[in-house]
């Protein structure tokens, strides 16, 4: 595999994410393949990750010094806010070790965080196929292609208006949905929630509505030109409190096969509440079962379309007199928040998704985890990651490879300058899970 972990996406919103170079790291979950002894991996970085970090992972295998001979880093050394793959692109030295890297071409793989015309364009310079959807279907997940997708998949929607160009066609939609109430406007290709506007209608103007934008220092002045650039949808806000938002995990191969392979239930926060911060593993038992239905129907429409690769889906789970309903958000055509979590634990416990229960079973029993991608300890600033590995060790907070629990922790690169990271904790039983996670939040952020 050669993993490119690529951000090549809106820039204006990954600005936004403390650290979001580090992201790079959240495929680094890949090097674990490398248990088997006829994998090999190629990472691209834009700038070295930490030795201390590449060996925290090989750890976790059984012969790290063996597996370290099957893997190759490659850093760029070039920490512009630009997208990996651009820089790639540029460099000819780079290229002829993608190219020289996999030997025979005829067994390996691009893997992208995403697959943009950049991503394309360096397959066909290194004659890489890519494990991911071709550009020509990048539609289908966008939001107004994910409720496309959905309705023809018979899933069931939130109201709204897709297809929207303009700021006076936002208004036109909004008008027909009826009066009162809030609104919420998502432009087209977002990331994180970050591309989202909650509208309470109470004129006729949008523009005079209050509005709370989920990106720090938006406005509709802003907004307008990204709705013009980008296309959005605007659908009835979910009032339901707390606010149940399950997702699910689908996987296609180039030979047209789908399964759903997980359901989680995200962690959601910031301004509005609709942005990525964790996620918990499985999805409540209440709609987990229809979660998976309705997102191995929604990866058979995609399949039939020429989809390939690993994808999730976003749900809302109403509650109604009869239980609750679930109704589609969006679909990502990409890695997302909740992949590397179960990459993770599907390849440290050895785990086998059970799709009759929607639980990981591992030797007879059942997996679950809390995961977060934004654990932010200011005084961890200024520490090395190795340090922050052995403090958790030292606390009993690792990875039990006897047991198959534990933490393993991501996104160790954003430490030292952010005082930020992720952790995927693993327990038998969900309370399990729960209290590692809160064991470990207090011991990095003893305050909280």
């Known amino acids: 595999m050669v993993v490119i972990p690529s951000l090549s996406l809106p820039q204006d919103e990954l600005r936004i994410i403390t650290g979001a170079r580090c992201y790079e790291e959240r495929l680094l979950f890949l090097l674990f393949t490398l248990k088997r002894p006829g994998v090999k991996v190629v990472y691209l970085?834009?700038?070295?990750?930490?030795?201390?970090?590449?060996?925290?992972?090989?750890?976790?295998?059984?012969?790290?010094?063996?597996?370290?001979?099957?893997?190759?880093?490659?850093?760029?050394?070039?920490?512009?806010?630009?997208?990996?793959?651009?820089?790639?692109?540029?460099?000819?030295?780079?290229?002829?070790?993608?190219?020289?890297?996999?030997?025979?071409?005829?067994?390996?793989?691009?893997?992208?965080?995403?697959?943009s015309e950049s991503e394309e364009?360096?397959?066909?310079?290194?004659?890489?196929?890519?494990?991911?959807?071709?550009?020509?279907?990048?539609?289908?997940?966008?939001?107004?292609?994910?409720?496309?997708?959905?309705d023809e998949a018979g899933v069931p929607l939130v109201p709204g208006f897709t297809g929207l160009r303009s700021l006076t066609e936002v208004e036109h939609a909004a008008r027909?949905?009826?009066?009162?109430?809030?609104?919420?406007?998502?432009?087209?290709?977002?990331?994180?929630?970050?591309?989202?506007?909650?509208?309470?209608?109470?004129?006729?103007?949008?523009?005079?509505?209050?509005?709370?934008?989920?990106?720090?220092?938006?406005?509709?002045?802003?907004?307008?030109?990204?709705?013009?650039?980008?296309?959005?949808?605007?659908?009835?806000?979910?009032?339901?409190r707390p606010l149940r938002s399950p997702s699910a995990l689908a996987r296609i191969t180039p030979g047209g096969a789908y399964d759903v392979v997980a359901t989680h239930e995200q962690v959601l926060g910031g301004p509005n509440g609709d942005v990525y911060q964790g996620c918990t593993f499985p999805a409540s038992q209440d709609y987990r079962a229809e979660v998976g239905e309705c997102a191995g129907r929604i990866a058979a429409v995609l399949a039939r379309r020429g989809v390939v690769g690993l994808f999730g889906m976003d749900f809302f789970a109403v509650k109604t007199d009869g239980g609750?309903?679930?109704?589609?958000?969006?679909?990502?055509?990409?890695?997302?928040?909740?992949?590397?979590?179960?990459?993770?634990?599907?390849?440290?416990?050895?785990?086998?998704?059970?799709?009759?229960?929607?639980?990981l079973m591992c030797d007879g029993r059942?997996?679950?985890?809390?995961?977060?991608?934004?654990?932010?300890?200011?005084?961890?600033?200024?520490?090395?990651?190795?340090?922050?590995?052995?403090?958790?060790?030292?606390?009993?907070?690792?990875?039990?490879?006897e047991a198959r629990t534990g933490n393993v922790l991501h996104l160790l690169g954003a430490i030292p300058e952010f005082g930020k990271l992720g952790f995927t904790s693993i327990g038998n039983s969900a309370e399990e899970a729960a209290e590692l996670h809160r064991r470990t939040l207090r011991t990095l952020h003893p305050a909280a």
């Open 366 to 401: 059942p997996k679950y985890y809390v995961a977060t991608d934004n654990c932010a300890v200011p005084r961890l600033r200024g520490r090395k990651p190795r340090e922050v590995v052995e403090l958790l060790r030292d606390r009993g907070l690792g990875f039990d490879r």
């Open 45 to 115: 970085s834009s700038v070295q990750v930490d030795p201390a970090i590449v060996d925290y992972y090989l750890g976790f295998l059984d012969d790290p010094g063996e597996a370290r001979g099957r893997l190759e880093m490659i850093s760029l050394d070039d920490p512009r806010p630009l997208p990996l793959t651009d820089k790639i692109l540029s460099r000819p030295d780079v290229l002829a070790r993608i190219r020289s890297a996999p030997g025979d071409v005829r067994d390996a793989w691009m893997v992208p965080f995403v697959v």
């Open 176 to 240: 027909a949905l009826g009066r009162g109430g809030r609104l919420m406007v998502k432009l087209n290709n977002s990331y994180s929630g970050l591309g989202n506007a909650i509208v309470v209608k109470d004129d006729p103007r949008l523009t005079a509505c209050r509005t709370s934008f989920s990106a720090a220092e938006e406005n509709w002045a802003t907004f307008a030109e990204k709705i013009a650039a980008r296309g959005a949808v605007i659908e009835e806000f979910i009032e339901d």
């Open 121 to 150: 364009r360096l397959s066909g310079l290194t004659g890489l196929p890519v494990y991911g959807p071709a550009t020509a279907l990048a539609h289908l997940g966008s939001k107004s292609g994910s409720r496309m997708v959905g």
């Open 324 to 359: 609750y309903r679930t109704l589609l958000c969006e679909i990502n055509l990409r890695i997302g928040g909740t992949t590397h979590p179960f990459g993770a634990a599907l390849l440290t416990t050895g785990a086998v998704y059970d799709p009759g229960t929607g639980l």
